[in-house]
Nanobody, 123 residues
Framework: QVQLVESGGALVQAGGSLRLSCAAS????????MGWFRQAPGKEREFVAA????????DYADSLKGRFTISRDNAKNTVYLQMNSLKPEDTAVYYC????????????????WGQGTQVTVSS
C-alpha cells in the first residue's frame, strides 16, 4: 500500500509558476512509477506527466511539453511537478498517482491516488 499526499496548489496569476509536491508513504517508493493527472470542472481527468521508477524517463502530455517538468527524489519519497508559464486553462485539481512497475500515461493503470490539490490560474 502506498499513500499519497499532494501539496503546493494555489491561486496564481497567468504567467506565474508553481511547484506541486506529492509525498508518498512506505519504504518501496522507488519501485513505483508516478504520474500527475488533472481534472478541470466538468471535464474528465487527463494525463499531465509520468516518471519512471528511477526518474530516468519522463513523459508529458503533448500540450504541456516545455512548460511542465516532472521529477522525483526517491530519498525523500516525493515526486514533483514544476509548472511554468501557467495559463487559465491549467486551472484544475491536480492528482498524484502511483503504480508498481513501469510508468504509463494511462489513468486506469494507476493503483494509488492522492486527494488532489487545487491549482487556479487567474487571467
Amino acid at each position: 500500500q502506498v499513500q499519497l499526499v499532494e501539496s503546493g496548489g494555489a491561486l496564481v496569476q497567468a504567467g506565474g509558476s508553481l511547484r506541486l509536491s506529492c509525498a508518498a508513504s512506505g519504504r518501496t517508493f522507488s519501485r513505483y512509477a508516478m504520474g500527475w493527472f488533472r481534472q478541470a470542472p466538468g471535464k474528465e481527468r487527463e494525463f499531465v506527466a509520468a516518471i519512471s521508477r528511477t526518474g530516468g524517463v519522463a513523459d508529458y502530455a503533448d500540450s504541456l511539453k516545455g512548460r511542465f517538468t516532472i521529477s522525483r527524489d526517491n530519498a525523500k519519497n516525493t515526486v514533483y511537478l514544476q509548472m511554468n508559464s501557467l495559463k487559465p486553462e491549467d486551472t484544475a485539481v491536480y492528482y498524484c498517482a502511483g503504480r508498481f512497475g513501469t510508468s504509463t500515461t494511462q489513468l486506469y493503470h494507476y493503483d494509488y491516488w492522492g486527494q488532489g490539490t487545487q491549482v487556479t490560474v487567474s487571467s
